[in-house]
């Protein structure tokens, strides 16, 4: 992501992390944070993205000046992060994140024909008391606004309960979304659970998510997970195949160290690793593959993605398993509306593609799961 664009101007009341600016008053519902790629595409922010003009999921975010009071170990919102003492200024998957009333969001989505640049909405929950209200106060306001534009809920587990997705269902939510992120029980609790002081339950993240595919049905829900927290491969595909076998989708993250957190040291995922899970990723969700039928070495690697070669080859060129996954658009189920830009790496060295890949960009994927040490995406 790269800034620029001086022509636009920043409006009055968005406020820009970068700037250290305190914001006391800004809290939800009135204010909204959002990611930079969503601020970019709707002219709060200036700015060029790499390779793409807009994302087609416009990215919200509540937001308090106390915080979220989880404190996972590789996010950037975590409550340790204290001496940021305002919310607003932690940097979250690896961009900053400006804030803005959001009834300005809604008038500039309506009058700047970003309507068809949208595909979707995403409102992304923390833990905070207020954050289940508040979610349902916004997703009322656009789906009264803006009934054309689906809304994803990124949820918050902990908070909720069975009758929050029913009730958060008849407000017109469309997909129910859960950041399990963490897909071993050890792995989950090492990094977000008690020994991290958080009070997340990985057994609660599972409930949610059988909860999300019995109340909002097959297509209609899914799970993020992170590639590279210390899992296997076979361990992550294994969850893929369970999330699918209940009618969701996946949605891939690289693990990318995010800054002041206490995961910051922890090296970046291996790109052969990450290029082989988006690829079993991909087969698994859209293309007929089942992990049973994949092969996996000692370490759990996979060495035979369980289809005919020629087949696989084509999944490959197509480029589209290496693309950003999360909530579906309007145009190709299999490409993601929710392409986040530069969210788990930077434009020398993409992980999660956030366009079409051409030639070039294939050809550097199938070094990287090759083995080879090169970079992806910056031509």
């Not at 017109?172 to 997340?200: C, M, Q, Y």
Request: glycine share 8%; with cysteine.
């Amino acid at each position: 992501m790269m800034n620029g664009g001086a022509e636009q101007v920043q409006p009055v009341h968005v406020y820009r992390p970068n700037y250290h600016v305190k914001t006391p008053q800004m809290r939800s519902p009135e204010y909204v944070q959002m990611s930079t790629a969503a601020a970019i595409t709707l002219g709060l922010v200036p700015g060029l993205m790499h390779r793409t003009g807009c994302t087609h999921c416009l990215n919200l975010l509540v937001t308090y000046p106390e915080g979220c009071r989880a404190n996972c170990s590789y996010c950037g919102l975590a409550r340790h992060r204290e001496e940021a003492r305002d919310f607003a200024d932690r940097n979250f998957i690896r961009v900053d994140w400006p804030t803005a009333r959001f009834e300005e969001v809604i008038a500039r989505v309506k009058a700047g024909g970003d309507q068809g640049r949208f595909q979707r909405m995403c409102i992304s929950m923390i833990t905070h008391p207020a954050s289940d209200a508040d979610t349902r106060v916004l997703l009322a306001r656009w789906v009264a606004a803006l009934p054309g534009i689906p809304v994803s809920i990124l949820s918050n587990p902990t908070t909720m309960t069975r009758e929050d997705l029913i009730e958060l269902k008849s407000l017109g939510a469309d997909i129910f979304t859960v950041a399990l992120d963490a897909v071993t029980p050890t792995i989950f609790e090492r990094t977000r659970g008690k020994t991290v002081d958080s009070p997340h339950r990985y057994e609660k993240y599972w409930e949610a998510i059988e909860w999300a595919a019995e109340i909002f049905g097959p297509e209609k829900f899914g799970a993020h997970l992170i590639c590279g927290m210390g899992e296997t491969e076979r361990e992550i595909l294994e969850t893929c195949q369970r999330i699918k076998e209940m009618g969701g989708h996946n949605h891939m993250f690289a693990f990318f160290p995010e800054r002041g957190s206490l995961m910051e040291e922890w090296p970046p995922v291996d790109r052969g690793q990450w290029r082989r899970v988006q690829l079993a990723r991909f087969l698994i969700d859209y293309a007929g593959g089942h992990v049973t039928r994949m092969a996996f070495d000692g370490a759990g690697r996979v060495t035979d993605f369980g289809m005919e070669k020629s087949a696989l080859e084509a999944q490959i060129q197509s480029g589209k398993p290496f693309q950003t996954s999360g909530c579906p658009g309007s145009l190709d189920e299999t490409v993601s509306a929710c392409n986040r830009p530069y969210g788990d790496s930077t434009p020398t060295d993409i992980l999660s593609f956030p366009f079409a890949l051409e030639a070039l960009d294939v050809a550097a994927v199938k070094r990287q799961m090759a083995g080879e040490d090169v970079g992806a995406g910056f031509f």
